[in-house]
């Protein structure tokens, strides 16, 4: 379309079988321009699911020798080659420094950093959305990110499956309902969980010179830059109310091992990871993460399933429907039905996920687990009621740079 926004995507990936080609017919239903794809895993047979997508709108990059050598090139290798071969993590931030280089040759004007479990989820669509942003001078956005719940123990392609997300709790009313179905969550972990993994978002960017991954969550703006970096999630432990953007409808949807057969997959790979990440400097807290190794690292698959099924499965229909009714939790069936247009036209077999002793799997980084952890599950929600309620005010008596404009 003539005149409108480039927008892309990066993602690494290990091992997500037949969901990655969901994920890629995904995006490009969603009018993304560009996707940039880096296998982890150089005999990655999930490379096979695209073979049928055009270059002009993917590109697959795979780790290997070729590879190392071109991205020792770039600004940030030095920063993170420590890391490299250890963490991936850091190899994630090195495949996005990798991208905004592509992308700035290809034109493109935002790249946005997910998972291969992730989706994007804007139904104002994506042209709207980023527009917005550049109106508002914004160049760096963080989207609060919602975590799929399966029903059943075990899915296939979980982006065709799973409907059921708990929302952030940035986007959840304060009440006496939402309070007594937040503590059904918190008691299914014995860390006192909301969420099983990150709580902190993901985010996109403006392609531009200097811009740095600063996390696998967040980019860094160079400093002589005049955009301004904002954020749908408060970050409760530095209170900047100046980085807060309102934005409740649009965001990421996370889809945290979606089935036995992924969790199982997933530490089967990770096997005996050490309590913390980057050699030591950054600590693992206690959590989902280090309950599933522990209970992986048993090899006792009936007291894998049980673990699984208590704390990742929600089969009760009488707590789902109190979960919805109180607005703690929500059925997004946008994914499915836009997946389900393109199930006619696949003829090829769909295989099942590989079995736990081939060596490959979906492998995300986790990131920080659930920041909600070291701060009060209360506090955290009632400081950002306060602050939604403040960011709604402000909305209706700030008029946006357009309204301005057009008032002259």
Known sequence: MEGSLQIGVVCTTRGASITLRSWVQYHLECSFSHLFIFFDNASDPSQNYLKDFSPSKLTVLIRNKELEEQQKKLSHF?????????????????????????????????????????????????QNHFSNLMENNIGHFTYANYEGVPEKSDTEDFFKEVTLFRKHLSHVKLTPETAARLAFWKNRTKNGQYYLSYDIGKS?????????????????????????????????????????????????????????????????????????????????????????????????????????????????????????????????????????????????????????????????????????????????WIIGALVSQYISCLL?????????????
């Open 78 to 126: 030095k920063t993170l080659e420590p890391y490299l071969s250890n963490e991936v993590q850091a190899r994630q931030q090195l495949n996005a420094c990798h991208a905004l280089q592509l992308a700035k040759e290809k034109g493109i004007t935002w790249l946005l950093h997910l998972d291969s479990d992730e989706l994007f989820y804007c139904p104002m669509g994506i």
């Open 396 to 408: 209706y008596t700030s008029p946006s740079p357009r309204d301005r404009q057009k008032s002259r």
């Open 204 to 380: 996109a960017v403006r392609v531009l010179d200097g811009v740095i991954p600063k996390s696998v969550h967040t980019w860094k703006l160079p400093s002589d830059c005049n955009l301004r970096s904002c954020s749908a999630v408060l970050d409760a432990r530095e209170l900047d109310l100046t980085k807060v953007y309102n934005c409740t409808d649009v965001f990421v949807l996370h889809y945290v091992v979606c089935g036995f057969s992924w969790w199982l997959l997933k530490y089967n790979i990770l096997d005996h990871f050490p309590n913390y990440w980057f050699g030591g400097k950054l600590k693992i807290p206690p959590c989902f993460h280090l309950d599933s190794r522990d209970v992986y690292l048993s090899r006792d698959e009936k007291k894998m399933m049980e673990f699984f099924k208590h704390h990742v499965v929600l089969d009760d229909p009488v707590e789902k429907f109190a979960q919805l009714a109180s607005g703690m939790c929500v059925n997004i069936g946008h994914p499915k039905t836009v997946l389900s247009k393109f199930e006619k036209i696949e003829k090829t077999k769909e295989d099942k996920p590989p079995n736990k002793n081939s060596g490959s799997g979906t492998i995300q980084s986790d990131g920080p687990p659930s920041t909600l952890n070291t701060l009060s599950l209360e506090k955290q």
